[in-house]
């Protein structure tokens, strides 16, 4: 058997959630549209000497990618994902394995996190997030807390019709009929949480539209993702 044809058996073993492209024509058989995704965050082309914080890496997907843009360091960060049974953290593991990549990994909540315990880093990496969190003010300030310049949120928004800062509570499984998606913030309200964490440039990105569902909402365009790029 070819050390090609024994890797996919390999990976076919695991949960996979995001795609990534391990080389010789192997994609990893990921649910998310990863590449879509990146395109959506803009992630800046060129990293070159930057240390980068990767919260909620998952598989690693964008981990690994800003290694590929020349981040001189990556921690690549999770909790709750890496801890699920079902999931786990073997997706990451044969990524970087494969990969050949020197990404390091840091286990732990969001609510663990502080300059202490991993100190500062150039750009910190935010993406989906935020909306899992039951208490996100104060979480997004401990997240804030290690973002010595810059930082990128990608997150589930709602009531972006209102002009000032607000945000839905789903206590149960309105959002996606996931129980584990506990807030809608709109635009206005992560912009507010930005200031408050001290950065003072933000630029919003228009909402996308997704095709998930959230309870009581009649029109999608009540509800959707948005991106945000904030610098000190």
């Given at each position: 058997m070819s050390a090609t044809a024994t890797m996919r058996d390999e990976l076919a073993?695991?949960?996979?959630?995001?795609?990534?492209?391990l080389g010789n024509g192997v994609t990893t058989p990921g649910i998310d549209?990863?590449?879509?995704?990146?395109?959506?965050?803009?992630?800046?082309a060129d990293l070159s000497g930057k240390s980068v914080l990767d919260i909620g890496?998952?598989?690693?997907?964008?981990?690994f990618e800003c290694e590929r843009r020349g981040a001189r360091r990556v921690v690549a960060l999770d909790g709750g994902v890496w801890r699920v049974d079902s999931i786990g953290k073997a997706g990451f593991e044969f990524a970087r394995k494969?990969?050949?990549?020197?990404?390091?990994?840091?286990?732990?909540e969001v609510s663990e996190i502080?300059?202490?315990?991993?100190?500062?880093f150039d750009l910190v990496l935010f993406l989906g997030v935020l909306y899992h969190l039951p208490d996100p003010v104060t979480s997004f300030m401990k997240v804030a807390s290690v973002a010595a310049k810059e930082i990128i949120v990608e997150t589930h928004v709602d009531m972006i019709e209102h002009g000032v800062p607000a945000m839905a509570f789903y206590p149960?499984?309105?959002?996606?009929?996931?129980?584990?998606?506990?807030?809608g913030p709109n635009q206005a309200a992560v912009e507010g949480m930005l200031r408050m964490a001290g950065f003072r440039t933000i630029r919003s990105f228009p909402v996308?539209?997704?095709?998930?569902p959230v309870t009581g909402r009649s029109h999608l365009n009540q509800y959707g993702r948005q991106v945000f790029h904030a610098s000190r």
């Open positions: 073993k695991i949960n996979w959630f995001h795609r990534i492209d549209d990863s590449a879509t995704k990146l395109a959506q965050v803009r992630l800046p890496a998952w598989d690693g997907f964008f981990s494969v990969l050949n990549s020197k990404v390091e990994d840091a286990e732990m502080s300059p202490e315990r991993l100190g500062h149960h499984d309105e959002c996606a009929n996931d129980p584990s998606n506990w807030c996308t539209k997704v095709a998930y």
